[in-house]
């Protein structure tokens, strides 16, 4: 590690990262350029830094001079033009963890927030104070605040409100130099607009709007020449929008293809219009508009929709799976002739425009492409015709960024321009913010290179045509997953819900990541590794990222089946948890290693059970080994209910999610066939499930396999709660006590966004007398993931912030107890609160509906902390510093066990001359990382009786099922183990070992 390396680490701690898989997430924005017009540019940073104070960015900046590092800030990189790429290498700044909104005052109507905070999580929390934003980006649900002050440009409310630089009433920046100022008035155009080179952007102050309900209408019109004369007339008559857009007859039309989803009139332009509720006789100037000039007035519902894709102008980038978009402003007097021209000069683009109160639009257009194509470069010189004929319509470049630096005069004013120059000179004369970004650096080829582009336009169309269009798919990937990795839009909108990312902060956690890193893989540019790995098989499958995605990618499915493909073909390593969790199923069928004839030891004497029968119970594991009150309190309600249902009792399994979502793929089979085969023998037709993660493998993963295997699986499987609410309104279920509690529904991911079932348990719990329900901040389909059982297993510290993150938002409500249906779901948020020190009560559905209904319910939580306790224990063992202690305190014994050959070889080694023995041990150094894999296989069988006692000392409240079944769990689970682990396992032991080698040499020879 290098002496900045080592400061900046000093100052950072585990938020700077120099592992290069991590710093290749960081070479890029949004846009997707030619690797040719990159080529002179060190584009991967030397390392990440994440500050989450103003002193830390203080110290970064004096390490960044003293070494002379370049100094590269991102928001969320959700430009296209460079302004966050590195270019030089450097440090590049990521002010996402700077996320925090420091103070609303609505009496001044302004609002003061850090650099990362999120545009949309922003508007979200004004609302819920009666302010709102002027205007913002229309990638407000994964930009940064300051991320887009310091780009500058326009968005949604920028037909009444302007520009960003306009609604600005200051920034706080720290510059070069180490100083931190707040600037506003005339100094603000240094800072705002700048992208970073003058200063970096730590806190901003927005004024803001009274929050009116928006209301929206959309018109679609006969033709362009027609919309833009009516746009025309909006400025003409000084209408008071507070927002519009449109869109193209070509951009409508592929957005639907897109979307799959065809709606609006056909080869018709439609304009959005957007204003406060207060101003509603503007609803008559739309009917005058649309009157004038032949427009159809859409339905609300369609003007709704409308209103709901105005974050996702790049939808159609699926059908590429690449875009090569061009931005630009052009004046609205000039609209028609544009069009017009660009329609004419480029076939099939797609264009959409939003209007600011200067009387201009900003022009977004897309040709779609394929960019694992030499086509995509040749087709790339596109974009620069499209911003051509802005220029001959009286318009400009949109922004500058990297690739349009050469034109900073044109965006920023000749005026204004050589201020910036002279306060760089004075406080930057390193040039090391942000180089290369609107003064022009190492840029200064791209205007060369982009001249040269438009001489070479007409070979270019003639190669275009004959080139092939679509990529070849790549060997490495599945098809599906490899185009998906293209089409991803890189917006970074699920960075904004991803679980995973909430809890480690990472970008290489985020699904935004994950399909980067895919792209540089499949072109060679990238190594998979464990750690990469282990971020996909960390996904908790919460499925909030398929909900956002600008492309409709489904983005959970299709890491699903790359968990195999990883872990079972390419034979990287699953969590050991997981390797537990199936050996214990290997022997148990369980995944508590409980016993097995144990089961069903829960089932309460006045429940009667039948032999078999259409309708089936199924408990899963955790609810029969652990959280036993689940299960219960489940046959309780079915037993009030009139219900006659048999159970698998002792012949039920786990149901086999875990081995699918880490990657056992062959176990998993193996525990699907089972499980359907003891369904089908007691000929039940439907199944009630209490967990969710039950619920949805049975009901949906079970169907897809058995489909793709050839199984016959036609059973029904209901969850608890739409059971139970369908018996309440039957009238077969009576409540017979009142339950005098204010309660919080949780809603787990595999009923919620899986299921869709978000209603049932609410008017379940509801029911109950005396319950008064209500709600968190996030629910139903944006509920949080409470963070398990993957990243319990896998990534504990971060788990742990997660739940804690679900524990608090019921705490903030001030209910008594947090409700949930999910035996796992209680497990995590139980083990989280008690690791984060958070007071929280954790209820399951049934035990509301059972403790209504007049039984007595117990509190699972001493169980639940005890089994945590023991498996975390057991987990601790299987990592790779678990399995260096076990090693070092077993070292005496692996001499003894070694074999007979080492034994031999020692003897030798005993009776040379110390010269001689000292170089034999410095080779046998070198060696021992080949030799002791192939050692350990004969080794581990002597080995594992003082492994299991060992283990034994460590976990002293370990269960009696799980003592028992330890014998032959071990050897699996270290078999599987061992190989992958044992080099990092040596690397932490090796200066250990040899020293007790030439201890044990010494003592044969004083022996």
Known sequence: MKDWQRELAEVLGDRVHFEYNERLLYSHDVGSMPDSMLAPFKVVPDAVAQPVTVEELQKIIALADRYDLPLTPRGAGTSGYGGSMPTRGGITIDFTRMDKIIKVDPEKMEAVVEAGVIWSNLEDELRRQGVALRLYPTSAPGATCAGWVAAGGAGIGSFEYGHIQENVAAVEIVTFTGEVKEASGTDLPLFVGTEGITGLITKVTLKLRPAEKDVVAALAFPDEEHMTAALNTVYERKLPFWHINFGTPEFVKRREEAKEHHVMPKDRPVVLFAYPESREYLQGELEKLAEEFGAQILSTELAEEEWGERFYPMRLKKLGPSLIPSEALVPVDNMDKFLKQVSEEVKGIAVEGTLTSHGEATILAFLTSDERTLAYMLGYTKSLLVKELAEKNGGRPYAMGLFFAHEAERVLGKDLLAKVKAFKAETDPKTLLNPDKVIMGKGKFLPIAMQMAKWGRPI?????????????????????????????????????????????????????????????????????????????????????????????????????????????????????????????????????????????????????????????????????????????????????????????????????????????????????????????????????????????????????????????????????????????????????????????????????????????????????????????????????????????????????????????????????????TCPCCEFQLRAAADAEGTEVTIRDFASIIAEGLGYEVKDPTPVIRYMWSVFEKALNQMTDEGMADMMLELMPQMFDMMPEIMQSAMDKMEKMPNSTKKIMLNLMEKIMPAMMPRMMDQMMPKMLPEVLKLMKKNIPDMPESMEELMPQILPSVMNQLMPAMLPKVLARIKPEMMEAMAERLKAQKSA
Request: charged share 30%.
């Open 460 to 820: 270019t169309d003639i190669a275009e045509k004959v080139l092939p269009k679509e990529g070849k798919d790549s060997k490495k990937l599945p098809k599906e997953v490899a185009y998906a990795a293209y089409a991803c839009a890189q917006c970074g909108y699920c960075n904004n819900v991803c679980t995973l990312y909430a809890g480690k902060r990472t970008e290489g956690s985020s699904p935004r990541g994950k399909w980067f890193f895919l792209r540089k893989y499949m072109e060679g540019k990238a190594e998979l590794t464990q750690e990469v790995v282990d971020n996909f098989l960390l996904c908790t499958t919460c499925k909030r990222c398929d909900d956002v995605c600008q492309v409709n990618l489904p983005i959970e499915k299709l890491w699903g089946k790359l968990r195999g493909k990883f872990v079972e073909e390419l034979n990287f390593q699953t969590f050991p948890g997981f390797e537990m969790m199936g050996a214990a199923w290997d022997n148990a069928r369980n995944i508590w290693a409980g016993r097995m004839a144990e089961r069903d030891a829960w089932v309460p004497e006045d429940v009667e059970i039948q032999p078999e029968g259409e309708i089936g119970y199924w408990a899963g594991c955790t609810a029969s080994y652990v959280t036993t009150d689940v299960a219960e309190n489940a046959v309780h309600i079915l037993k009030e209910a009139g219900e006659k249902f048999t159970y698998l009792g002792k012949d039920e399994s786990c149901c086999g999610v875990p081995f699918l979502m880490s990657g056992q793929w062959e176990r998993w089979e193996r525990v699907m066939r089972y499980n359907i085969e003891q369904i089908k023998k007691r000929g039940i037709k439907k199944l009630i499930a209490s967990c969710p993660g039950c619920w949805v493998t049975l009901a949906h993963h079970y169907k897809e396999w058995a489909e793709k295997l050839g199984i016959d699986w036609d059973v029904e499987v209901v969850h608890l709660s739409q059971y139970t609410i369908e018996k309440i309104k039957e009238g077969k279920l009576k409540f017979k006590k009142p339950v005098e509690k204010i309660l919080t529904w949780h809603d787990p991911c595999h009923i919620g966004r899986h299921g869709k079932i978000y209603e049932e348990p609410r008017e379940s719990i509801a029911s109950v007398p005396g319950v008064k329900l209500v709600e968190m901040k996030h629910n139903r389909e944006n509920a949080l993931c409470c963070g398990s059982v993957l990243t319990r297993i896998g990534a504990t510290a971060a788990s742990d912030k997660l739940g804690d993150m679900r524990v608090r938002e019921a705490n903030e409500v001030g209910a008594d107890a947090l409700v949930t």
